[in-house]
């Protein structure tokens, strides 16, 4: 059976920094093929027949969970779902502890999700075993930006020079930093956009602005974020309609974009806020898009983390 | 990888899928339900000259799909090995199809089970034929061909090419040593 | 003449210079003398360097309460591993030491365990809850040196003012963990170019510099109180004797980490502000660029600050606008420092590398002076806190340490006598090693010297 290999891998998706842009492209183009077999009558394969992934959830986080395992039973892997508090895990066992239990357990690869920033990084030099960041605190969820990035890519085609504007609260965002981290490699001028107070001081290749029309202005396609009402607790936020009014993205406002600029959210939506109501539903709108297309890049990870790397 | 000598030329390897497409047909009596799914990457060169040939001969193009079979491979697990998963394309309905599933080289049989299943999920034919242009022996499983452009004794230190006119700018079938084996 | 120890052939380098070479006699807990004598015990000490022992002005020595973190025997053991013969212990246990009995304690459980001496520092507020001043007075009589609320970002400018006035009339320093609780927002790390790109909340260096700003204006409200107040506060009534013609600290700004904060200090003190304060080990030697491997072992507060604050907090240590080192030494269990950036405490224990790694950073690596830099770990607290200085000189106090300059040997946690056993400069290969520390003429620590 000789076929060409891929080109080497990180054991992990963290986040970007340890990738290069044609790992990512065989990432997207493998998640392409995924596509394919999803549209099969039997949405299964064998290829990761005989390995465990753990799902540990430390912040729950039920679509990005049902998500990740859904993807590993469809390349037939056995799952094991650890969801846990964090408030628990302080009491008195540690990361370290938890994830070593699971280790005795034979585990493959673990995606993981928390709270707080570095864990998954810390996981990693625990473990030794592929680690995959579902989400750490602010900052970063690789899988929901390269999901977006393949979604962008159906619609657009190559992202080369396209102006993609993501709009919220980008300080406090992790899929923000992911999407200027992947966005901006696969050659997209990304423009990040939101309240000056939920801004950060800079934000590695993404310009920042405070003024929505800035940053829609020609975009080729806009990205809303979830907006946490507890900014508004923190003093970070006046009030939701003072938010609705300067940043929420409204048909009149996305005429500012390119015609038909593709209109992307990562979920889960608070309606009438970060979007004007019927916008979520119009064909601009490629949220759903984005849930389908979230299964093919998990799997396509799974397959390029785990295959060819079992000790 | 030494080059050893080429065992097959251009006239030749045209002479045996003609030779195949003709069996096909007979075995099918006629092209009714008749389907080529060419095998990555050299299957898919071949499957396309079956289908012509036999589309020359009976004046009825039969459909014709791809098959990745990475995803069904069972050498998944061991360490180093990472292929690159590739189209999957079956533009019609595989049901109550006979199927002939057409690859360069039948050696362990490993390809043509992980082929078989594959095809298995993707819907359910009727009768699934297995063409090869070469059969060069050594089976690890108990998989024949149903039609073979030509039996090749070797040994297991040799490698066997298939070059086709569309991936490698001719058609040809080559015998190479592993060096070092 | 006899004494009990002779180093032979030691180096002399004190907060005033280098003295060249001596056989120095220690007998009585005092050097005898400099030109040699006899001793049962004598020390090699050529290629050695001698100098007074070191004074840490600000270390977490967890006892009462937090013990698995650290006590008194790990801590002052691993302070004269470190050359330390002096260190000023800060109040945040459990319960707050603000209260003469457990000062006294303190004073009391440390003189039994024999190795660095130990100066509690007590609590400005009952608790430490930044309301009700302590009892300056029974706490001085106890022990206390020093009267803060670390640990503790009290916001109270009022409060301030009072405990300012109220300890100095009893002799007391006091000293602040200078941070606007308000701007540091929950951060976990110096906000920066850093934190945005990690994600992880930010603490902004203003937040250290705005809350120096503010302090410096309550010492000069207090200063124009005072002035009409008959003149000097008197330490007499005290152990710790003001050295002559030396105007009294009032307010010390602990572990100083910022540029911006260094400048107001600098200001302040040309005018001649009774102000004094510290750097820690940390902020001289790494910056936030140490957080992108996102290890909690790097989480300190206040954070580890940029390239530019360090430099110019070098340069504030050279000047004599930063008067000493203090560690910080804030020890914490292992799993502790294993949680998340979130959640993990503040705090990186240093007792017994400070010498060798500021050694090996500034003098070694950066042409600092060396007897300036023994000036921040010994006559530099000493000045702040009271006490007179050691200089080696014929009758002067045996509180010594004898250290090799040559020597090169990695920092390996493990061998921690603290209970602390990570670093963030686990690997680190540092010169600079004591060999022997001695508190008056005592032996508290050994190693490696070679005894004839």
């Known amino acids: 059976m000789s076929q060409s290999a891929v080109p080497s891998f990180p054991r992990h ?42 799902t540990v959830f430390f912040e729950p986080s039920t679509r990005t969970r049902l998500s990740f395992e859904l993807a590993a039973r469809r390349m037939s892997a056995d799952v094991l779902s650890f969801a846990t508090a964090t408030s628990s895990t302080t009491k008195g066992e540690t990361y370290r502890d938890t ?24 996981a990693y030099g625990w473990l030794h075993k592929p680690v995959i960041n579902a989400g750490d605190g602010w900052r970063a969820h690789p899988t929901q930006a390269l999901l977006d990035a393949f979604t962008l890519r159906e619609r657009l085609g190559s992202l080369e020079g396209k102006k993609i504007a993501i709009v919220g609260d ?11 981290e992947l966005l901006t490699m696969l050659g997209a001028q990304v423009v990040a956009c939101g309240p000056a107070t939920l801004l950060p001081g800079s934000l590695p290749g993404a310009t920042l602005t405070t003024s929505l029309k800035e940053a829609l202005l020609e975009a080729d396609a806009v990205m809303a974020l979830r907006l946490q009402k507890e900014r508004m607790d923190k003093g970070l936020l006046p009030s939701l309609p003072e938010y609705i009014a300067a940043y929420q993205i409204t048909q009149e406002r996305l005429a500012w974009a390119r015609p038909l600029a593709p209109l992307l959210h990562p979920g889960p939506m608070n309606r009438d806020v970060e979007l004007e109501g019927t916008l979520a539903d119009s064909p601009q709108s490629l949220v759903e898009r984005q849930v389908a297309n979230g299964q093919a890049i998990r799997m396509a990870v799974l397959y390029h983390l785990l295959v060819g790397k079992r000790s | 990888m030494k080059f050893k000598s080429r065992l097959l030329g251009d006239d030749e390897v045209r002479r045996a899928l003609t030779r195949i497409a003709h069996e096909v047909v007979e075995k099918n009596k006629g092209t009714e339900g008749l389907c080529f799914v060419g095998i990555h990457t050299r299957g898919i060169s071949l499957a396309k000259r079956l289908v012509d040939l036999v589309e020359k001969f009976e004046g009825k193009q039969a459909p014709m799909g791809i098959l990745d079979i990475t995803l069904y491979r069972d050498d998944l697990s061991e360490i180093g090995l990472q292929p690159r998963v590739r189209e999957t394309r079956i533009p019609f309905d595989l049901n109550g199809k006979a199927v002939v599933l057409v690859d360069d080289v039948l050696y362990t049989g490993r390809t043509a089970r992980a082929a078989l299943d594959a095809l298995i999920d993707l819907g359910r034919p009727s009768r699934i034929y297995l063409a090869v242009l070469v059969d060069r022996g050594h089976r690890e499983l108990p998989i024949r061909a149903d039609f073979v452009g030509k039996n090749l004794p070797t040994s297991k230190s040799e490698v066997v090419k298939v ?7 001719e058609d040809a079938v080559e015998l190479w040593e592993l060096e070092g084996a | 003449m006899k004494g009990e120890i002779l180093f032979k052939n030691a180096n002399l380098v004190d907060g005033r210079g ?5 056989d120095v006699l220690i007998g009585e807990g005092r050097i005898l003398s400099l030109s040699g004598g006899e001793a049962p015990r004598v020390i090699e000490a050529a290629g050695m360097i001698l100098s007074p022992g070191f004074f840490d002005p600000h270390a977490h020595l967890r006892e009462p309460g937090q013990e698995v973190k650290e006590d008194l025997t790990s801590g002052l053991t691993a302070a004269a591993k470190g050359g330390y013969t002096d260190l000023v212990s800060m109040p945040n246990t459990s319960p707050v030491v603000d209260n003469a009995e457990i000062v006294a304690a303190l004073k009391k459980k440390a003189a039994s365990i024999g190795q660095a001496r130990l100066h509690p520092a007590a609590a400005l507020t009952q608790g430490q ?19 803060t609320d670390d640990g503790r970002t009290n916001e109270d400018a009022g409060v301030l003012a009072q405990g300012l006035q ?6 007391l320093l006091v000293s602040v963990h200078a941070e606007d609780a308000s701007l540091r927002r929950g951060g976990v790390m110096n906000e920066g170019e850093v934190s945005f790109r990690l994600g992880l909340p930010g603490n902004t260096g203003f937040a250290e510099s705005a809350r120096i700003a503010r302090d410096l204006e309550i010492v000069r409200y207090v200063e124009s109180r005072g002035s009409q107040e008959a003149g000097q506060r008197s330490r007499v009534e005290g152990r710790n004797t003001q050295v002559e013609g030396q105007k009294q600290t009032l307010l010390h700004v602990q572990h100083l980490s910022t540029r911006r904060g260094l400048e107001l200090i600098r200001q302040a003190r040309a005018e001649g502000l009774p102000i004094t304060t510290e750097v820690g080990p940390h902020h001289l030697t790494l910056t936030d660029q140490s957080l992108n491997s996102l290890n909690p072992i790097f989480k300190v507060a206040p954070p580890l600050r940029t390239q530019a604050d360090l430099e110019a907090l070098i340069e504030g240590l050279l000047d004599g606008s930063i008067d000493c080192i203090g560690t910080d030494h804030a020890p914490h269990t292992q799993d502790e420092k294993e949680l998340d950036m979130l959640r993990a405490p503040f705090g990186i224990p240093s007792l017994e590398i400070c010498w060798p790694l500021l050694y090996t950073a500034l003098v070694v690596g950066h042409g600092f002076p060396l007897h300036t830099l023994i000036e921040r770990f010994t006559d530099g607290p000493r000045r702040i806190l009271g006490f007179p200085p050691i200089h080696l000189t014929e009758g002067a106090q045996a509180s010594l340490v004898l250290w090799s300059p040559g020597q090169e040997r990695p920092v390996v946690p493990q061998s921690f006598a603290s209970r602390a056993k990570f670093s963030p400069w686990a690997g680190w290969a540092l ?21 004839i």
């Open chain 1, 99 to 122: 994830l070593r239990t699971l280790e005795q357990m034979g585990i493959d690869a673990y995606v993981i999700r928390v709270d707080a920033a570095g864990v998954c990084h810390q």
């Open chain 3, 431 to 451: 010169r600079g090693w004591p060999s022997v520390t001695l508190v008056e003429g005592r032996v508290v620590y050994e190693q490696g010297a070679v005894q």
């Open chain 2, 163 to 169: 070059k086709t006119l569309e991936d490698d700018g």
């Open chain 3, 166 to 171: 109220y300890a100095a009339s009893w002799g």
């Open chain 3, 129 to 147: 809850e930044g309301k009700i001043l302590s009892e300056a007075r029974l706490l001085r009589e106890a022990g206390a040196v020093m009267l």
């Open chain 1, 170 to 180: 980008i300080l406090h965002s992790r899929v923000a930093r992911s999407n200027a």
């Open chain 1, 13 to 54: 998706l963290l986040d970007f920094s340890d990738w290069n842009r044609g790992q990512v492209e065989s990432i997207l183009e493998t998640a392409q093929m995924m596509q394919e077999v999803l549209a099969r009558p039997v949405k299964k394969v064998p290829a990761l027949t005989g390995f465990t992934v753990a």
């Open chain 3, 18 to 22: 280098e003295h060249g070479r001596a």
